[in-house]
Each structure stands twice: as C-alpha cells, then as structure tokens.
C-alpha cells in the first residue's frame, strides 16, 4: 500500500468515491523524569518481546509447529 490510497468508484463514468491516507511525523522532548521513564518503559518491551519471540522459536524447532495467539 502506498502513502496515497485512492479509492475510485466508477459508475456512469463519475468518480463516486475518494479517500487519502496521510501521516504526521512528531518530534518528542522529553524531560530527563521522563527520558529515564521511556527507557524503562521500552526495556521492559523489548524484554517481552525477546521472550516470546525465543518461546516461539523453540516451540517451532521443538515441534515442528508454530504457535497461535490463543495458545
């Protein structure tokens, strides 16, 4: 999908529909409370995330079969 999604309706020859996704870029900054905060915060993301990704894998190599999210 690109930037720019243009939805096009044709019917009769008229353009019926039309619709533009747009994105907005911010910079943040953060105070030294908040900075440390954040660090916290994405640590403790990145932990769980190592985590299920090594669950994953091991289940796959152990098993021959991935698991699903209601596993």
């Known amino acids: 999908m690109t930037s720019v999604q243009i939805v096009l309706?044709?019917?009769?020859?008229?353009?019926v529909g039309f619709s533009m996704l747009k994105a907005y870029r911010y910079r943040l900054y953060p105070t030294d409370e908040q900075a440390a905060f954040l660090n916290r915060q994405f640590g403790s993301v990145r932990y769980v995330y190592d985590w299920a990704l090594a669950l994953a894998t091991t289940t796959y190599q152990t098993q021959g079969q991935g698991i699903?999210?209601?596993q």
């Not at 309706?9 to 353009?15: E, K, P, R, T, Y």
């Open 9 to 15: 309706a044709l019917f009769s020859g008229l353009v």
């Open 68 to 70: 699903t999210r209601f």
